[in-house]
Antibody, heavy 122, light 112 residues
Framework: EVQLVESGGDLVQPGGSLRLACAASGFTFKHYGMHWVRQAPGKGLEWVSYITSDSGTIYDADSVRGRFTIFRDNARNTLYLQMNSLRDEDTAVYYC???????????????WGQGTPVTVSS | DVVMTQSPLSLPVTLGQPASISCRSSQSLVYSDGHTYLSWFQQRPGQSPRRLIYKVSNRDSGVPDRFSGSGSGTDFTLKISRVEAEDVGIYYCMQGTHWPLTFGGGTKVEIK
């Protein structure tokens, strides 16, 4: 069974940093691209970042480019999101999601984690 | 960015009756490989999203056959043939053809 378990969400002050992790199991992690998607309180879904299976290609949303970095450790079956210079508007539940493609995206997510909440507030 | 517009925002439905959600994109979702990367997700209250449909009309494993997707180009539809209580939630369309990936604003399905 595919499982994605996010962790690392917390309350952080504006301007602060946080690193999220997504532990994958039940499939061969190194064969799949991965995404981060977020959902602000009471709002819809927003795609954040994508990384291919071999880390060869990365895409980021304009809203996080230059502040957030997606990376992965295939030996540890873990996806990460390093979040710097956090703003109030980054407050959201952050989900990791599996792409059906490997070294190129299939443009969809077939499995999602349960999410980890990030609150940016002073 | 490709703008995805869903309607209606809210959809009250009687149990056993059909429901239909529209999703329109600001540009064609046909990719150079000929595929159209349009997916539908369901988010039940308090849960993570779950994919129902991919590439316009392909139903995911375990998804009841009362759910169906159709459309082409820029106009897409999700239909529920007979709404059941467990279908309550918010439904999102998403395009995966163009970067950045973008979602529709969501349609809340509730029981009358």
């Amino acid at each position: 069974e595919v499982q994605l378990v996010e962790s690392g969400g917390d309350l952080v002050q504006p301007g602060g940093s946080l690193r999220l992790a997504c532990a994958a199991s039940g499939f061969t992690f190194k064969h799949y691209g991965m995404h981060w998607v977020r959902q602000a309180p009471g709002k819809g879904l927003e795609w954040v970042s994508y990384i291919t299976s071999d880390s060869g290609t990365i895409y980021d949303a304009d809203s996080v480019r230059g502040r957030f970095t997606i990376f992965r450790d295939n030996a540890r079956n873990t996806l990460y999101l390093q979040m710097n210079s956090l703003r109030d508007e980054d407050t959201a539940v952050y989900y990791c999601a599996r792409d059906e493609g490997g070294r190129s995206s299939e443009g969809t997510f077939d499995h999602w984690g349960q999410g980890t909440p990030v609150t940016v507030s002073s | 960015d490709v703008v995805m517009t869903q309607s209606p925002l809210s959809l009250p439905v009687t149990l056993g009756q059909p429901a239909s959600i529209s999703c329109r994109s600001s540009q064609s979702l046909v990719y150079s490989d000929g595929h159209t990367y349009l997916s539908w997700f369901q988010q039940r209250p308090g849960q993570s999203p779950r994919r129902l449909i991919y590439k316009v009309s392909n139903r995911d494993s375990g998804v009841p056959d009362r759910f169906s997707g159709s459309g082409s180009g820029t106009d897409f539809t999700l239909k529920i043939s007979r709404v059941e209580a467990e279908d309550v939630g918010i439904y999102y369309c998403m395009q995966g053809t163009h970067w950045p990936l973008t979602f529709g604003g969501g349609t809340k399905v509730e029981i009358k």
